[in-house]
């Protein structure tokens, strides 16, 4: 039997996202099916639909932060039940022996994680497809449980933008009282102002749009600095123990850099297309660091889901329809978003 799917795809790199149909299989015996209810829509969709990062896949089903309902099982399937509420974010598979795999650091498989979508499954080579759909079949090993209590919209943008914010913070280990700067307040900004203020952090949005400074507040932040302002930026010189840097396009490191206190860190997890101009005597003489995260493995991201519970953390959401897709893409490319588009599945 096949699933039949309704969803949203991009035929090309420069064509708007239209009505798609396409079909799964019934789940495999490790395999769940699941109706999707929401759907975030990260800046990576954005990126990879419009094949900013090279090598995209088309026709293109983006999206990977889903929450939905169990509709069917496989025959091997024991941690879910049909009706739970679950999640899937961007991976569907990994190797599963490698190092990285057997500590739960699936995003770092050696041999590559087969991405939510634009990617190819391991085995029959045919293209995954994401969240902008009815339905998605995904690997029980990539599922995972949504805690009661917590709005199911809402709840959607944890599956990337929760855990790529949350699996930084907790690497570098972010405890009460430090000091956190956040670059870029939009939905992974938003969600990193929520999460470390959960930790007892002080919170610092440092943001290029003086529009978001009253949301920065009401997210949880207790500072707002202008990055364009230069005399807020010199007073936050040598400030913060951590910075977290969202920002979805190309843009000065290096003052972010003279932001952190000695032996400081600064996160990348924006992902500009271009490089970066690194000025390396901002790392030298405060002995500062600079590093990269991407996602997070599948037991922290149900740590980070279990923590969202517990805390009442969900993201703040604008749930849109599916014709409204592109028109939420524009917004935002123009940094509008407020602070992530969800899109409702009933609307395809
Ligand atoms: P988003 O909602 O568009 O937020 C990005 C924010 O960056 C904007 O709201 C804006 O905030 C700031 N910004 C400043 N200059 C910008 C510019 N020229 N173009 C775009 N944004 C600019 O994006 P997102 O979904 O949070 O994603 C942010 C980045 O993280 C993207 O590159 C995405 O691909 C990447 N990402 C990485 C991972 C990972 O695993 N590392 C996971 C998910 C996403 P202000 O108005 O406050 O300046
Ligand atoms: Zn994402």
Same mark, same amino acid.
């Given at each position: ?13 420069? @064509? ?158 972010? @405890? ?157 490319v123009k940094g509008q978003v407020r602070y992530r588009f969800v ?6």
């Open positions: 039997m096949t699933i039949k799917t309704k969803g949203y795809a991009a035929k090309s790199a420069t @064509s708007p996202l239209t009505p798609f149909e396409f079909e799964y299989q019934d789940p495999a015996e490790n395999e769940i099916q699941i109706e999707v209810e929401f759907c975030g829509i990260c800046h990576s969709d954005i990126h990879q639909a419009r094949d900013e990062w090279g090598g995209s896949i088309f026709p293109m089903v983006p999206g990977h932060e889903i929450v939905g309902k169990v509709k069917s099982l496989g025959s091997r399937v024991t941690k879910f039940k049909v009706g739970e509420r679950v999640g899937v974010g961007c991976m569907v598979e990994s190797c599963q022996t490698c190092g990285s795999c057997k500590e739960s650091l699936e995003q770092y498989c050696e041999k590559g994680f087969t991405p939510t979508y634009n990617g190819l499954y391991r085995e029959t080579k045919k293209p995954t497809k994401g969240g902008y759909a009815t339905q998605i079949v995904v690997d029980q090993n990539f599922v995972l449980k949504i805690p009661d209590g917590l709005d199911p919209a809402g709840a959607a943008p944890l599956l990337c933008a929760g855990i790529t914010t949350y699996s930084p913070m907790k690497f570098v280990g972010v @405890s009460r009282g430090q000091k956190i700067g956040v670059l870029g307040l939009g939905g992974l900004g938003h969600m990193a102002v929520k999460l470390a203020n959960s930790f007892g952090a002080e919170v610092t949005v440092l943001s290029g749009s003086p529009s978001k400074k009253d949301d920065a507040k009401r997210l949880g932040a207790q500072h707002f600095a202008l990055t364009k302002n230069e005399d807020e930026m010199t007073k936050l010189e040598n400030h913060f123990d951590l910075i977290i840097d969202t920002v979805a396009a190309k843009h000065d490191v290096n003052q972010a850099l003279e932001l952190l206190k000695r032996q400081g860190t600064l996160v990348m997890v924006g992902i500009s297309d271009k490089p970066l101009d690194l000025g390396v005597f901002g790392l030298v003489m405060k002995r500062r660091k600079i590093m990269g995260s991407l996602i997070g493995g599948i037991r922290e991201t149900q740590e980070m889901l279990d923590h969202c519970g517990k805390h009442k953390i969900t993201s703040d959401v604008e749930v849109i329809k599916a014709a409204q897709i592109n028109e939420a893409y524009e917004r935002t899109i409702d599945s009933k609307s395809y």
